[in-house]
């Protein structure tokens, strides 16, 4: 595989949509997709994340999509991503019901490609594909009604994005590469975190391709201890422009409520906070490298690290629905 086009590569595949204007459906459709955000009226299978009571008592079943299931949302992981625990977390937030299949690194392309995408997070729904976070964001916002994760003040929505697009584009991947320049040669821990959930045969697969997954991710996302220390610090960075917008006393990022903005940050800072609370699969904090945890604790001790430790605390379980 091309390591370029491995790792946080944008793609630009169908059901791909502009902000605030997802991708096109027909009307039958949109009827349906209305209904998307009310488990009651759909297939009551599937693994479905987070707390909602209505999620509970499912069994979990493996489902292609077929004519009779197709508005039953299918979410394509990775069990450590922590953009895909973005588009989990808005999933549980929408109270929308979903299948979640998480697969192994690298054999991940096995389900990304066969939907049209390559990077997980992949969401099924509705007889479209979304191979972005922002996308899936952005889709089920409007597919619910609207005004949920994105205001409807224009304002406040631009505000939103703009936030949403620093994180996406500035704080996943360096948090990451700093994360991964950590643990890389920590293998044990690695194969634990990177086999959770996923299809007995890639968990039995995946000690066979380690090295070459590894190898991989250092090529892809050109780690090096210059590069992991330049992460470092423009983690840093970022956490000190949250720092100063929370200054006020504000309780969210923007506005008065939970938007996108605050569940991205929360979400993809996870590598540089191990949040308790985290959906994806991760480490214990006191079985990483001393160094990591040293840095770790820093940054949780930052107006940023708290305010993203009390999201995960008051707002992960939290639903629209009861909100
Ligand atoms: N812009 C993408 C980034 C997603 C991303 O970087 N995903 C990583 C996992 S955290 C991935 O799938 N990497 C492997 C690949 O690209 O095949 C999004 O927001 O969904």
Redesign the pocket.
């Known amino acids: 595989m091309n390591e370029k086009?491995?790792?946080?590569?944008?793609d630009t595949n169908v059901g791909r949509s502009v902000r605030g204007h997802p991708a096109t459906f027909g009307a039958a459709d949109q009827k349906a997709e209305k209904s998307g955000c009310s488990p009651s009226t759909l297939p009551q299978f599937g693994r479905y994340a987070g707390s909602c009571p209505m999620r509970k008592a499912v069994t979990v079943r493996t489902t292609p999509m077929t004519n009779d299931n197709v508005h039953l949302a299918v979410l394509i992981t990775?069990p450590h991503?922590?953009?895909?625990e973005?588009?989990r977390w808005a999933l549980d937030r929408l109270s929308v019901p979903y299948q979640e299949q998480p697969h192994a690194?690298l054999l991940?392309?096995l389900a990304?490609t066969r939907n049209g995408g390559?990077?997980?997070?992949l969401l099924l729904h509705g007889g479209a594909h979304f191979?972005?976070?922002?996308?899936?964001l952005v889709h089920m916002d409007a597919v619910c009604g609207g005004d949920l994760l994105y205001p409807r003040d224009a304002g406040l929505r631009r505000e939103v994005e703009a936030l949403e697009t620093q994180f996406?584009e500035e704080l996943?991947?360096h948090a990451?590469r700093w994360a991964y320049a950590q643990l890389l040669s920590e293998r044990s821990l690695l194969r634990q975190v990177m086999t959770r959930g996923v299809p007995q045969l890639e968990a039995a697969l995946l000690p066979v391709i380690m090295p070459g997954v590894i190898r991989l991710i250092r090529a892809?996302l050109k780690i090096t201890p210059q590069s992991a220390a330049r992460s470092l610090e423009r983690v840093r960075g970022i956490f000190k422009e949250v720092d100063a917008r929370l200054d006020d006393g504000r309780q969210f990022l923007v506005g008065e409520r939970f938007t996108a903005a605050d569940l991205t940050f929360a979400a993809l800072a996870a590598p540089v906070l191990f949040p308790t609370g985290y959906r994806a699969a991760y480490p214990a904090l006191n079985d990483v490298p001393a160094a990591m945890r040293t840095e770790v604790l820093r940054l949780r001790d930052t107006a940023a690290g708290r305010f993203a430790l009390r999201l995960y605390v008051q707002e992960r379980d939290r639903s629209h629905a009861v909100a």
């Open positions: 086009a491995f790792y946080g590569q944008r990775m991503s922590h953009y895909s973005k588009a690194p991940h392309r990304t390559s990077s997980v997070p191979t972005d976070s922002t996308d899936i996406d996943g991947p990451r892809a």
